[in-house]
Every structure is written in structure tokens, then in C-alpha cells.
């Protein structure tokens, strides 16, 4: 286990902890810019500013929890999450 948290591979073609936990972030990051794109803007805008209130200010763990709540769990339209459509797909 000490070599897969080191990111050397155990067994040849099998990722490492370390790979992983690269690709997963890699993939997180393409997620959210996914979600934050324009496709989606008009219903992430009104809920980042409703959270920021009258004085319009949003601290940045507030803004990540929302904008993991509206990829994750927020229900568009057609009842499917950002998670669920693929990155090619039409809105």
C-alpha cells in the first residue's frame, strides 16, 4: 500500500493511489467548469446570487458548496443534474 500512496505502480497497468487521486481531481475540475459554463448559467446565477444576498458578497467555501450542490444534486428542468448530462449533449 506504501508504494501506491508514493505513486509507483504495484502491478503493471494498474494506477496508483496517486494517479488516481491526480485523475480525480482532473476530472472534478473539468466537472465544475462544465457546470459553470454558459449552458448552464441561468440557473446558477440566480442561486449564487440569492446565497450572496443584498450586499452581494459570497465567501469562496460558500460559492464552492453551492456550486457542488447545483452539479451534484440540483434538478434542471428535465429533472436531470449537470452530473447526469454528458459534456457533448444539448441542453
Excluded: C, N
Aim: hydrophobic share 40%.
Amino acid at each position: 500500500m506504501a508504494d501506491a500512496v508514493h505513486g509507483t505502480q504495484q502491478d503493471a497497468g494498474e494506477p496508483s493511489l496517486t494517479d488516481l487521486i491526480e485523475r480525480s481531481a482532473e476530472l472534478k475540475g473539468q466537472l465544475v467548469a462544465f457546470g459553470q459554463s454558459a449552458r448552464f448559467d441561468r440557473w446558477l446565477t440566480p442561486l449564487l446570487l440569492e446565497a450572496a444576498g443584498p450586499e452581494r458578497q459570497l465567501d469562496e467555501g460558500e460559492a464552492i458548496r453551492i456550486i457542488d450542490h447545483f452539479i451534484l444534486r440540483y434538478r434542471l428542468p428535465d429533472g436531470a443534474t449537470v452530473a447526469d448530462r454528458p459534456a457533448g449533449g444539448r441542453t
